[in-house]
């Protein structure tokens, strides 16, 4: 079935486009539209029987790389170049938005939840922050998650039993971060603590959770759901229901 997809996909990239459209010379009468295999082959810089040989499904060796080249030529969008992945046998990397802006939707829907909630990508930069969260958990300007636990002293202060969720949290940024460098080294030279943990290389995928702090309304409990917002891929919503409130 997906070689039968393969083929029919590309074919029908293939016939959207004209040899006008990649800048190159029409010639001669065509008795089909779109481009000629011919020409996919040489705009990717693959071999025309390979090509020919992956458009029919066959048993071949495919590498990220030539299926990148194929796709441009074809002018794949974000989601027909993973589609062509899949269909190919690959994984289809991670697409990265990153520099997007936070749309109103989705600001709309930090600010009427109730109680604490953001908005973060996979490196756990903060992107948005609804009011609640800021006053229960002290973000305040804070750019990254993990760089706010670990040297933010009014949300350390925060959390009821921060050094035993403390590891955790480490194995969690290691096992969720695409590129860590730039964080992980910024954050090892001004929390020791942070170094420690992250030297044990452990890792672990994050889990449902309930988060503990300390507030002005007495001890809150929060279960944690973490939403993956399909549209921008490498953004999560983060949104903390109230459970338990212990008054002073």
């Known amino acids: 079935m997906a070689r039968d997809e393969l083929r029919e996909f590309l074919r029908s990239r293939r016939a959207r486009l004209t040899p006008a459209d990649v800048g190159m010379p029409s010639a001669g009468t065509r008795r089909t539209p779109g481009l000629r295999r011919e020409e996919v082959a040489v705009l990717a810089g693959v071999g025309v029987s390979w090509y020919t040989w992956l458009e029919q499904g066959r048993d071949i060796n495919v590498s990220a790389e030539v299926l990148d080249a194929i796709a441009?030529?074809?002018?794949?969008?974000?989601?027909?170049?993973?589609?062509?992945?899949?269909?190919?046998?690959?994984?289809?990397?991670?697409?990265?938005?990153?520099?997007?802006?936070?749309t109103p939707e989705l600001r709309r829907l930090l600010d009427a939840w109730p109680h604490p909630a953001l908005l973060r990508d996979r490196q756990w930069n903060l992107l948005a922050v609804n009011e609640r969260a800021r006053s229960v958990f002290g973000l305040d300007g804070d750019r990254n998650c993990l760089v706010a636990f670990f040297t933010n002293e009014r949300y350390r202060d925060l959390h009821v039993n921060w050094a035993a969720v403390a590891p955790g949290v480490v194995a969690a940024y290691r096992a969720d971060a695409v590129h860590t460098d730039g964080v992980v080294?910024?954050?090892?030279?001004?929390?020791?603590?942070?170094?420690?943990?992250?030297?044990?290389?452990?890792?672990?995928?994050?889990?449902?959770?309930?988060?503990?702090?300390?507030?002005?309304?007495?001890?809150?409990?929060?279960?944690?759901?973490?939403?993956?917002?399909?549209?921008?891929?490498?953004?999560?919503?983060?949104l903390y229901n109230l459970v338990v409130a212990d008054p002073r």
């Open 185 to 238: 080294a910024e954050l090892a030279a001004a929390s020791p603590e942070f170094a420690a943990l992250w030297a044990r290389h452990d890792v672990a995928a994050s889990e449902q959770m309930v988060k503990s702090v300390r507030s002005a309304e007495g001890e809150l409990h929060f279960d944690l759901t973490t939403l993956a917002v399909t549209d921008h891929p490498g953004w999560y919503v983060e």
């Open 72 to 102: 441009r030529v074809l002018r794949l969008t974000e989601p027909e170049r993973a589609h062509l992945y899949l269909l190919a046998g690959l994984n289809p990397p991670r697409a990265s938005r990153s520099d997007a802006a936070v």
